[in-house]
């Protein structure tokens, strides 16, 4: 999975977090014992896991050393572990993950097994799902160029999937609420949209590139970013497409 930086990825965490509000609110447990978050970056949405249920045991989970170490510093009444989602072994009675699966290439078929080991009653997860937007596919196109590509080929990418199919997916175990929702985020400055993907889904471009060719293809990124979501009087709006499960066990 790509690099990750705590600070970076924080810097819009209130726009990020309101999907993973928008999932929890979704989730009818009652008095879960043990609820765990897979794929918990710096640990500061898995803290309102904690406030929407104070008496479970809530466990963090994420393959970042460096998100563990933030959520560790930051959180330290929870608990925190690194692991890999496709080798974590565990249970819980609410199981949560928010944008992390679609890092996973093959997570619709993971899905099933991971549901029947690690789920006893919830399942709920978010993925991003703007691979035909702009903010995505102008940075796949730069990096597809000769002098980049020589670098990206290969990379993990974002995968992700309509919601009838993670339904279909899981309908065999779960009573399975799937929707999808497009946020229009309002971010502030000419390349806030570069600056909110740096920290996301351009990771893995980013992290492929040595540094000469990195700050080149960052400096021929912006401009078009800019051109794709304008600023008008410093505001610039940037439209989100999440997809969203929440599965209950009969």
């Known amino acids: 999975m790509p690099s990750w930086d705590p600070q970076r990825y924080l810097t819009y965490a209130d726009q990020r977090g309101r999907p993973f509000v928008d999932l929890v609110a979704r989730i009818g447990a009652a008095s879960p014992r043990a609820v765990v978050d897979l794929g ?95 903010s995505h596919t102008l940075g796949e196109e730069l990096a597809s160029m000769a002098e980049y590509a020589a670098h990206t080929a290969g990379r993990e990418q974002l995968v992700s999937h309509d919601p009838a199919d ?48 990195r700050a080149r293809y960052v400096d021929e990124l912006r401009p078009m970013l800019r051109a794709a979501y304008p600023s008008r009087d410093g505001v610039v709006l940037l439209p989100f497409r999440r997809v969203f499960v929440v599965g209950r066990r009969r």
Request: proline content about 7%.
């Open 40 to 134: 918990c970056g710096p640990g500061n949405m898995t803290m309102l896991l904690a406030e929407k249920w104070p008496e479970a045991d809530i466990l963090g989970v994420d393959s970042s050393p460096d998100m563990v170490q933030r959520a560790r510093a930051d959180h330290p009444s929870a608990r925190w572990e690194q692991a890999d989602v496709r080798e974590w072994h565990g249970e819980a009675d609410v199981l949560v993950s928010n944008a992390m699966l679609q890092w996973v290439p093959d997570h619709l078929a993971l899905l099933p097994s991971l549901a029947a080991r690690s789920a006893r009653e919830w399942l709920a997860f978010q993925v991003p799902g703007s691979e035909s937007f702009p």
């Open 166 to 213: 993670y339904l279909a997916a899981l309908a065999a175990d779960f009573d399975v609420d799937a929707w999808e929702t497009t946020y229009l985020h309002v971010l502030h400055g000419d390349d806030a949209v570069f600056e909110w993907f740096s920290g996301t889904g351009l990771r893995p471009i980013l992290d492929a590139l040595p540094d000469d060719l």
